[in-house]
C-alpha cells in the first residue's frame, strides 16, 4: 500500500487516503482520533500540516474517518511551488501515532487565474 | 529551508515507485536517496542546501576572500580582529571589529542577492592573513523553488529563504535524482534476495582460456557498494561546482 496523490496548484483537490495495518487492514479511526496529513520534505516543518480536528486558515480539511477524504483548498494548494512532494498520513490518538504511511504528492503547474 | 536537495518523493517517482512499493523499496529507496545527496555535495565541494552560517577565515589572495559556499545570497555580518583566533579568545569579535558593508567590504554579485562566485572584496586591498581572524556570517545557497527550475520571480519564503528570478539550480537536483536511482538500482541489485546466481566484488583473477573469474569476498566486495556520481550527472554538476572552495 501506498500514498500517491497529484494536484494541481492553485486548484481544490479532494482525495481520499486509506491507512492500514502490515497485514492491509483498514485501521479502525475511534472517537476523539486525529487524522493528519503532512506535505513538505521529509526532516522538516511541513508546508501543510492537515488535520481532522480543525480546517486550515484556507479551508482545507481532513475527514475524520478512515478511509479519510482530504479536501485541499485553493488557497492551500498556491502554497506549493509544483514539482514532488513528500506526504505523510497517520492516525494519532492520546497515546501518540497510531499508525501512519508516507508517500508522494505531485503538484502539476497550471495557467494563472483562478476558476470560479 | 530544506534538508535534503530534492524530497525522497521525487526518487520515488522516478522510479515509478508510487501506487506500490515494498518495505524493501522503501528502505532502499531512503538509503540511495541519501547516499546520492552525500555524493553530489562531495563532488561540488559544499552543501548547496540555502542557510545561513558562521565560518572563520585567514587571507587567501589580497583583496579576495573566497567563502565555502555558493551561491552567496546575503552578507549578515564580517568580523575582522587580528585576535579572533576563531572566536575562541576572550572577547574575540567585539562589536568595534565589525567592518561596514558597502565602505570596508564588497559582495562580489551578478544581480541582486546572486553572488555566484561567493567572493568578498576588501576596500582595503589586502584581507589579514592571521588564522582564523576573518568571522563571516552570510547565507548562501539554492532555494527550493530554484532546485524545481521554478523561481520565475524573486522574493523571500516565510522561512527567509531567498529566491531570485532566473536562477536555476534544476541540473543540480536532476543530477541527485539520477545519482539516487543509479544507487537504488545498485542496491537492489546486490541485495540478498536478488543475489541467487551473481556475487558482488571486485576481480581477484581472470583466466580467457575456458573462461572464468574469481570475485573478492569480505570487505573487498563492501567496496562495490559506493556510491560514485554517474559521468552524466557529473557533466550536469560542472557548472555548480565551487573550485574556490578549494582555498578556502
Same mark, same amino acid.
Given at each position: 500500500?501506498?500514498?500517491?496523490?497529484?494536484?494541481?496548484?492553485?486548484?481544490?483537490?479532494?482525495?481520499?487516503?486509506?491507512?492500514?495495518?502490515?497485514?492491509?487492514?483498514?485501521?479502525?479511526?475511534?472517537?476523539?482520533?486525529?487524522?493528519?496529513?503532512?506535505?513538505? %520534505?521529509?526532516?522538516?516543518?511541513?508546508?501543510?500540516?492537515?488535520?481532522?480536528?480543525?480546517?486550515?486558515?484556507?479551508?482545507?480539511?481532513?475527514?475524520?474517518?478512515?478511509?479519510?477524504?482530504?479536501?485541499?483548498?485553493?488557497?492551500?494548494?498556491?502554497?506549493?511551488?509544483?514539482?514532488?512532494?513528500?506526504?505523510?498520513?497517520?492516525?494519532?490518538?492520546?497515546?501518540?501515532?497510531?499508525?501512519?504511511?508516507?508517500?508522494?504528492?505531485?503538484?502539476?503547474?497550471?495557467?494563472?487565474?483562478?476558476?470560479? | 529551508?530544506?534538508?535534503?536537495?530534492?524530497?525522497?518523493?521525487?526518487?520515488?517517482?522516478?522510479?515509478?515507485?508510487?501506487?506500490?512499493?515494498?518495505?524493501?523499496?522503501?528502505?532502499?529507496?531512503?538509503?540511495?536517496?541519501?547516499?546520492?545527496?552525500?555524493?553530489?555535495?562531495?563532488?561540488?565541494?559544499?552543501?548547496?542546501?540555502?542557510?545561513?552560517?558562521?565560518?572563520?577565515?585567514?587571507?587567501?589572495?589580497?583583496?579576495?576572500?573566497?567563502?565555502?559556499?555558493?551561491?552567496?545570497?546575503?552578507?549578515?555580518?564580517?568580523?575582522?580582529?587580528?585576535?579572533?583566533?576563531?572566536?575562541?579568545?576572550?572577547?574575540?569579535?567585539?562589536?568595534?571589529?565589525?567592518?561596514?558593508?558597502?565602505?570596508? %567590504?564588497?559582495?562580489?554579485?551578478?544581480?541582486?542577492? %546572486?553572488?555566484?562566485?561567493?567572493?568578498?572584496?576588501?576596500?582595503?586591498?589586502?584581507?589579514?592573513?592571521?588564522?582564523?581572524?576573518?568571522?563571516?556570517?552570510?547565507?548562501?545557497?539554492?532555494?527550493?523553488?530554484?532546485?524545481?527550475?521554478?523561481?520565475?520571480?524573486?522574493?523571500?519564503?516565510?522561512?527567509?529563504?531567498?529566491?531570485?528570478?532566473?536562477?536555476?539550480?534544476?541540473?543540480?537536483?536532476?543530477?541527485?535524482?539520477?545519482?539516487?536511482?543509479?544507487?537504488?538500482?545498485?542496491?537492489?541489485?546486490?541485495?540478498?534476495?536478488?543475489?541467487?546466481?551473481?556475487?558482488?566484488?571486485?576481480?581477484?583473477?581472470?583466466?580467457?582460456?575456458?573462461?572464468?573469474?574469481?570475485?573478492?569476498?569480505?570487505?573487498?566486495?563492501?567496496?562495490?557498494?559506493?556510491?560514485?556520481?554517474?559521468?552524466?550527472?557529473?557533466?550536469?554538476?560542472?557548472?555548480?561546482?565551487?573550485?574556490?572552495?578549494?582555498?578556502?
Amino acid at each position: 500500500m501506498s500514498l500517491f496523490v497529484r494536484v494541481y496548484r492553485d486548484r481544490t483537490a479532494a482525495f481520499v487516503v486509506t491507512i492500514t495495518n502490515d497485514a492491509g487492514t483498514t485501521v479502525t479511526f475511534n472517537s476523539g482520533d486525529n487524522f493528519r496529513v503532512k506535505i513538505g %520534505y521529509a526532516g522538516q516543518t511541513p508546508i501543510l500540516d492537515l488535520e481532522s480536528d480543525a480546517a486550515s486558515s484556507n479551508g482545507s480539511s481532513v475527514g475524520a474517518s478512515n478511509p479519510s477524504t482530504i479536501v485541499l483548498k485553493e488557497g492551500d494548494a498556491d502554497l506549493l511551488t509544483p514539482g514532488p512532494y513528500d506526504i505523510e498520513a497517520s492516525i494519532t490518538d492520546s497515546d501518540g501515532i497510531k499508525a501512519g504511511d508516507k508517500g508522494v504528492l505531485y503538484v502539476h503547474d497550471m495557467m494563472a487565474g483562478g476558476v470560479d | 529551508m530544506s534538508n535534503t536537495i530534492i524530497p525522497e518523493a521525487r526518487v520515488r517517482l522516478a522510479l515509478g515507485l508510487t501506487d506500490t512499493i515494498s518495505d524493501l523499496e522503501r528502505v532502499l529507496v531512503a538509503l540511495a536517496h541519501r547516499k546520492a545527496e552525500s555524493a553530489i555535495k562531495n563532488h561540488i565541494y559544499y552543501d548547496p542546501i540555502q542557510r545561513e552560517v558562521t565560518e572563520f577565515y585567514s587571507a587567501q589572495d589580497g583583496e579576495f576572500l573566497q567563502l565555502r559556499r555558493i551561491p552567496v545570497r546575503s552578507i549578515t555580518s564580517v568580523y575582522v580582529d587580528s585576535d579572533g583566533h576563531f572566536g575562541q579568545y576572550p572577547g574575540a569579535f567585539a562589536a568595534g571589529t565589525l567592518w561596514e558593508a558597502g565602505v570596508e %567590504y564588497w559582495l562580489e554579485t551578478e544581480q541582486a542577492n %546572486y553572488g555566484g562566485a561567493g567572493q568578498l572584496i576588501a576596500a582595503s586591498a589586502a584581507w589579514p592573513n592571521t588564522p582564523g581572524s576573518i568571522k563571516v556570517t552570510y547565507r548562501a545557497g539554492y532555494a527550493r523553488r530554484e532546485f524545481l527550475g521554478m523561481a520565475t520571480s524573486s522574493g523571500v519564503e516565510s522561512d527567509g529563504e531567498i529566491y531570485t528570478a532566473g536562477v536555476d539550480a534544476g541540473a543540480l537536483a536532476a543530477a541527485v535524482e539520477l545519482t539516487a536511482v543509479k544507487a537504488f538500482h545498485t542496491l537492489y541489485a546486490f541485495s540478498k534476495k536478488r543475489g541467487a546466481g551473481f556475487a558482488p566484488g571486485g576481480y581477484t583473477s581472470e583466466t580467457l582460456g575456458a573462461y572464468r573469474y574469481t570475485l573478492a569476498g569480505g570487505a573487498a566486495s563492501a567496496t562495490g557498494m559506493s556510491i560514485a556520481v554517474p559521468a552524466e550527472a557529473a557533466d550536469m554538476l560542472e557548472a555548480y561546482i565551487n573550485y574556490g572552495a578549494l582555498l578556502a
